[in-house]
């Protein structure tokens, strides 16, 4: 028998192809007589949900609309903060962002969902770095898939105002948000602001050297430095009759901060000894930093026979201009008191001290990405599909800098042209040849090839390799290697050189908090990385155990010619870099150049695993089982036919959900997961275990053991064990969501002749409380302002742990008070929300 309208069956007859999909096999029917086809082929064709993503890849997370409801975020952005353990990647490359595509399709960046709201989504799907290579991707960012609801239309407003329970700072936002989908087309446009006032020394009880306990140093240097920030995003997208889709996005970002760096200072020379002092003439230092930020995104995604196409184009250019004040000449005070004119003590010298110096800097850094891909069926085997993906692209870099510097000016014209291409293959070895399948279960395997020419680098390569086995369903096995050439960035190539004064710095070579002058910017002698990578992981959903899902991963990390940001001025440190540490006749230390360095090798081993398990309970069952158990799945499942894909799954409409149903369509006054829909809870833990974290800086000098007493941060070396820990509870409108991140403690050895530092252990958890009011009884009909509303209440760092760092002697440097480490500690807001 051949069922040749599938679609007609599917909308006709749901449950009579649910009992030809998911019926037992014949011979555990002996009861029943054998029907008059028995020995006729059946053929059913079960068609993708409109957005799925065509891949043997499961997703290691997949959220339904109540899941998303239960998480209570305002927007895109808010719900992967929320999923941040489960969606970052642990590859330790990049920077750890996923990316994003929206129903299956590559997206011109981040920008395009950004500020979506999770009322406008329907599923969420998070998948492994493996995908990314599929969609043109470097593997080193997993991928997150969101498939939104076919017509949403929405406008929110929102209020936030936090403080420190410290106090000395309140955080104002607002924030409005317009929603449009329609089955063809969607738009959103967000409009932000945000307020930050300062935080002071003194509002920490910064203890200063005696110089600047003199003159209450502390009112004068900021900890947090106040800021304005403005932010508008808008996107618009379209889809065509001929399957073709287009995305337009565009934004601008305005971001101003005010600092404040202490007073002017100086060292006289009085009767043939140093004194330092600072001077109040002329009020503090300041540090002002401004910067514009345009960008412009293009997408277009199409299909060409069966194959599929995309072109991504993405442009942004950035304007940071800085003013950093500088102590003034002090050539005429010094004069003055060798004649015996002035007191060095005296509170005010007049003219005699020469006004601050404003040195200023302005960097424009303009990129324009462009990236096109072709991804589908290569050629058919006994085993499955090979499929493709092919790309091609061409990036552009510009920089450019001036500074001024003691009236001095410098400029720097920096310039990359990026050619790029690279293809990625997938081999079927036991899919669709079900006596092998059976046997040994589903296995594929994969390789990349590419190639990139910098003008300024020349050519580069990257490969890799890797296995997808799938035993039986719920168990994936993962492996992969790679390998590629890396160059440094053009701002570390290029930045302009700033010194900014008066730094707080520890000396380990004499175990003392000293003010330093910094150098910051760019280093151009800087060589391209080489990395060798890789990962083997194992995830988990056993059948027996609905709602269970468990990861295991093990990442090994090799790279040589690592660019990396200066490092802690340890003494091993310094024995590596001699050039770059200035001191005087005393051996006290007076700068720092921190421009970026190359590391000779850095390599690294660790291991990370966890659970993650949902539950709902609660929940009147309608339309049909299975609806109340996980997330549903496309009738193929991650590794459905990829013929079933093609035109229709940007075309078909998704069968309605049990939650789209209750809520009486897209601007239903309750959300999924409301009291309706019963309550959900959620918890995942993860633990990591470092093996190893070496640096060699260069050959002949001792190698860095991160893991056993060097570093390269402030914050210490790296902690061997690190665990996370996040979950929730929903129900009847009200949720609360609380995640915890636990560090073991480190130490910092100072050599023979320094001090040893002792970094403790460090564990921060963060509560946040939402009550959907629409949910909430009659009060909504008693304040109709209130429809659509959501309280929420957010405490960050709920038990203000700061870490402690303690020297051999068991005290703390003035350079690690608590105050420098968080100077925000425990952190309480609340946000109010409404939707029109």
């Known amino acids: 028998m051949m069922i040749s309208s599938p679609r007609s069956l599917l909308t006709a007859s749901p449950l009579v192809l649910a009992g030809l999909l998911f019926s037992p096999p014949a011979s555990a029917q002996v009861s029943n007589p054998e029907p008059e086809y028995a020995d006729e082929e059946i053929v059913v064709i079960a068609e993708r949900p409109r957005g799925a993503v065509v891949t043997e890849v499961p ?3 997949e959220l339904s609309e109540a899941d998303i409801a ?16 489960q969606t970052s990647s642990s590859r330790g490359r990049g920077s750890g962002r996923p990316v994003v595509l929206i129903n299956g399709q590559r997206t011109s960046g981040f920008r395009e969902i950004r500020d979506l709201p999770p009322e406008a989504i329907r599923t969420v799907q998070v998948f492994p770095e493996e995908l990314a290579l599929q969609y043109g991707y470097r593997p080193d960012q997993r991928v997150i898939n969101f498939i939104l609801k076919d017509n949403y239309t929405g406008l929110s407003a929102s209020a936030e105002y936090g403080v420190p329970t410290q106090g000395g700072q309140g ?3 607002l924030e409005t948000t317009l929603t449009r989908i329609g089955k063809t087309s969607r738009v959103n446009i967000n409009l932000e602001w945000q307020n930050n006032t300062a935080i002071t020394e003194s509002e ?32 618009y997208s379209r889809a065509f009759d001929n399957g073709m889709s287009l995305s337009l996005n565009g934004g601008y970002v305005y971001d101003k901060s005010r600092g404040l760096q202490g007073l002017p200072n100086g060292t006289l020379q009085v009767a043939g000894d140093p004194l330092f002092r600072y001077f109040t003439e002329y009020g503090p230092l300041n540090r002002v930093q401004e910067s514009n930020t345009a960008q412009a995104g293009l997408t277009l995604n199409g299909n060409l026979s069966e194959w599929r196409w995309s072109l991504t184009s993405d442009y942004t250019r950035a304007q940071t201009n800085s003013d950093t004040d500088r102590s003034g000449d002090i050539s005429a005070l010094q004069a003055a008191i060798d004649a015996g004119l002035v007191d060095p003590r005296a509170d005010s010298f007049g003219n005699l001290l020469g006004a601050p110096v404003t040195d200023s800097a302005r960097v424009v850094n303009q990129t324009f990405n462009n990236l096109a891909t072709l991804s589908g069926s290569l050629l058919n085997l006994p085993s499955g599909t090979v499929t493709t993906t092919i790309r091609a692209g061409y990036d552009r870099e510009d ?17 990359r042209d990026k050619l790029s291409t690279g293809i990625n293959i997938d081999i079927p070895l ?18 990349n090839l590419g190639y990139s020419d910098l003008s300024d680098f020349g050519g580069l390569v990257e490969f890799g390799f890797g296995l997808n086995w799938e035993p039986f369903d719920g168990l994936v096995f993962t ?11 053009i701002t570390q190539l290029g930045n302009p050189v700033i010194i900014t004064p008066d730094v707080t710095t520890f000396d380990f070579v004499t175990g003392q908090t000293v003010l330093a002058a910094i150098t910051t910017g760019g280093n151009p002698a800087l060589l391209a990385e080489k990395r060798r990578d890789i990962k083997l992981a194992v995830n988990y959903r056993p059948e027996w155990l609905d709602g269970f899902t468990f990861l295991g991963e093990y990442f090994r990390n090799n790279s040589s010619n690592v660019a990396s940001s200066f490092p802690l001025l340890t003494p091993e440190i310094e024995a590596a870099f001699p050039d770059r540490v200035t001191r005087d006749p005393s051996c006290q230390l007076v700068a720092i150049d921190r421009r970026p360095v190359n590391y000779a090798n850095v390599r690294s081993e660790r291991i990370r695993y966890g659970i993650d398990f949902s539950k709902r309970f609660g929940e009147r069952r309608r339309g049909g089982p299975g609806r109340a158990g996980r997330a549903e799945r496309s009738p193929g499942g991650p590794g459905a036919d990829a013929k079933t894909q093609g035109d229709k799954s940007a075309e078909g409409t998704p069968p309605k959900t049990e939650q789209s149903e209750r809520r009486g369509g897209p601007r239903g006054s309750r959300g999924a997961g409301g009291r309706n829909s019963g309550g959900r809870w959620q918890v995942s833990a993860y633990h990591t275990i470092r093996l190893q974290d070496r640096i060699l800086i260069r050959p002949g000098v001792e190698e860095l053991d991160l ?20 979950g929730g509870w929903f129900k009847n409108g009200i949720g609360f969501r609380l995640d915890g991140k636990h560090q073991i403690a480190t130490r910092v050895n100072g050599g023979l002749t320094g001090s040893d530092l002792r970094f403790s252990d460090l564990t921060t958890f963060n509560l946040r409380v939402f009550v959907n009011l629409d949910d909430r009884g009659s009060l909504t009909e008693k304040i109709p302002f209130l429809k659509g509303s959501r309280i929420a209440f957010k405490v960050d760092n709920i038990f203000n742990d700061v870490q402690t760092v303690r020297d051999s002697s068991g005290l703390v440097p003035l350079s690690y008070q608590p105050g420098y480490l968080d100077p925000v500690g425990r952190y309480i807001e609340i946000d109010f929300r409404k939707r029109f």
């Open 59 to 61: 997703p290691v997370v």
């Open 70 to 85: 239960s998480y209570g975020a305002s927007s895109v952005s808010d719900l992967l903060d929320a999923l941040s353990s």
């Open 171 to 173: 955080r104002s936002e």
């Open 204 to 235: 920490r009880d910064i203890i200063q050297n005696a110089a600047g306990a003199l003159v209450n140093l502390g009112d004068f240097r900021t900890l947090v430095a106040p800021s304005d920030n403005v932010e508008l995003n808008a996107n």
């Open 399 to 415: 920089l450019d800098s001036r500074e001024t510097r003691r009236g001095v000016l410098t400029a720097t014209n920096l310039g």
């Open 430 to 447: 036991a899919d669709e040849n079900i006596d092998v399948v059976e046997a040994i279960g589903k296995l594929s395997v994969n390789g």
């Open 479 to 489: 492996a992969s290697a790679i390998g590629e050439e890396a160059a440094p960035g």
């Open 707 to 726: 893991l056993d007493g060097s570093a390269i941060g402030s914050s210490g070396g790296s902690p061997r064990h690190e665990f996370e820990i996040n």
